[in-house]
């Protein structure tokens, strides 16, 4: 990057990412949905729109849900919970968590209450009651491995910052009552909305090897300077975005992002401004809006 021209074309690369392993992992979950009660769909409430599954009422069809809407500790709760709210509306039973408090009574009391009904139903067709399977399903990186290891009181799902961590569906016992099949992240085929796709980008759910930094940096500066702008003033000192590469001095003379010769480096910079989103040094914060 290196002058405002340079940003506008960078700024018009497509964000796509549905590799084989989302695919199959569709497939297998299609293949198991007769096995499943109940369904745990995770959300990040950093973006609970760009986060939900586009086509989630395809894939698990009409099997009882909870949303689940993680991080809410680091959301803007006012914004976020317009959109839970409308969430709601439309008929949906959400849970939101802290995930490292770790409170999980909530999901586990509401999943006995539906399954109590479903083992009624069995009952009355001369069936026995069982224990409820459970699918958790959720783009990449909400924070399902984190939710899992809070549901079973251990590590029981590996954990990592980046997304496609997991790559298999696998059985995990969460107590006598609830067993859980966890699954990868998935997206979508084709990410029409393009500014969702940046905000999974900017929140770590896309794969940074395939995004072009300085499109999701800008992105980030543009959406803080449209919902946040005293935020992004306190953190930069940065009160307009009319001249991107004098934004971009500003911040790396700011924080010491330098090459030889005192040169700022636009890289480093573009780097800074992810991570300072991904750790939380802007606060709480909501990227989506209802339309």
Request: aromatic residues 6%.
């Amino acid at each position: 990057m290196n002058n405002k021209d340079e940003n506008r074309k960078v700024d018009k690369i497509a964000i796509n990412w549905f590799p084989g392993h989302m695919a199959k992992t569709k497939r297998e979950i299609s293949d198991k949905l007769n096995l499943i009660d109940i369904v745990y769909e995770v959300i990040d409430a950093r973006m609970p729109i760009s986060s939900k599954i586009v086509d989630i009422d395809d894939l698990i069809k009409n099997k009882p849900r909870i949303l689940i809407v993680t991080k809410y500790d680091l959301c803007d709760k006012e914004e976020t919970n317009k959109i839970l709210a409308n969430y709601k509306k439309n008929g949906y039973n959400i849970i939101h968590i802290d995930l490292m408090k770790g409170d999980t009574s909530n999901i586990i009391s509401l999943t006995n209450e539906i399954m109590n009904s479903i083992n009624q139903s069995r009952i009355d067709k001369g069936m026995k009651p069982r224990s409820a399977r459970v699918l958790i399903v959720g783009a990449p990186n909400v924070g399902k491995s984190t939710l899992i290891n809070r549901l079973v009181g251990k590590k029981s799902a590996g954990v990592g910052n980046k997304p496609g961590f997991t790559k298999t569906l696998s059985w995990i016992r969460v107590n006598k009552d609830i067993e859980l099949l966890d699954t990868p992240g998935i997206l979508w085929p084709k990410l029409t909305d393009q500014d969702g796709a940046k905000t999974l980008a900017a929140f770590s759910s896309i794969k940074d090897e395939i995004i072009n930094i300085d499109n999701i940096a800008t992105f980030i500066l543009n959406k803080l300077y449209t919902l946040y702008p005293s935020k992004l003033k306190e953190r930069y000192d940065i009160t307009n975005l009319d001249d991107i590469v004098e934004v971009y001095e500003i911040i790396g003379r700011k924080r010491g992002a330098l090459s030889r010769g005192n040169i700022v480096d636009y890289e480093k910079v573009s780097n800074i401004i992810i991570r300072d989103l991904r750790n939380g040094y802007f606060g709480d914060i909501t990227f989506d809006r209802i339309k």
